[in-house]
C-alpha cells in the first residue's frame, strides 16, 4: 500500500512561484510513475506533469517551460517546481503514483493565483 501527502501549495501573485512536494510512505517499485495533476475549479482533473523513476518526464501543453518536475528515489518524494504562475494555473494539485494500472492519490493541495 501506498500514501501520498502533498505540501507546499497556497495563494501566489500572477507571476510568482511555488514548489509543491509529494511524499510516498511504503515501497517504490523501479516500475512506478509518480506525477502531478490538478483539478481547477468546476472542471475535470487533468494531468501536469509525470517522471518514471528513471527520470523521463512528460509535460502538459499548457505548462512546457513554466512548469518542472523532478524525482529523488531515496526520499520516495516528487518536486513540481512551478514558476510565472497564471491565474489559469488556479487549482488543486494531486500528487500521483502509477503502479501498472493501479493509481495512487494524495490528498491534495490547494494552488490559488490571484492578485
Known amino acids: 500500500q501506498v500514501q501520498l501527502v502533498e505540501s507546499g501549495g497556497g495563494l501566489v501573485s500572477p507571476g510568482g512561484s511555488l514548489t509543491l512536494f509529494c511524499a510516498a510512505s511504503?515501497?517504490?517499485?523501479?516500475?512506478?510513475?509518480m506525477g502531478w495533476y490538478r483539478q481547477p475549479p468546476g472542471k475535470e482533473r487533468e494531468l501536469v506533469a509525470r517522471?518514471?523513476?528513471?527520470?523521463?518526464?512528460n509535460y502538459a501543453d499548457f505548462v512546457k517551460g513554466r512548469f518542472t518536475i523532478s524525482r529523488d528515489n531515496l526520499k520516495k518524494a516528487v518536486y513540481l517546481q512551478m514558476n510565472n504562475l497564471e491565474p489559469e494555473d488556479t487549482a488543486v494539485y494531486y500528487c500521483?503514483?502509477?503502479?501498472?494500472?493501479?493509481?495512487?492519490w494524495g490528498q491534495g493541495t490547494q494552488v490559488t493565483v490571484s492578485s
Open positions: 511504503g515501497s517504490i517499485f523501479t516500475t512506478d510513475t
Open positions: 517522471i518514471t523513476y528513471g527520470g523521463n518526464t
Open positions: 500521483n503514483l502509477q503502479r501498472q494500472r493501479r493509481n495512487y
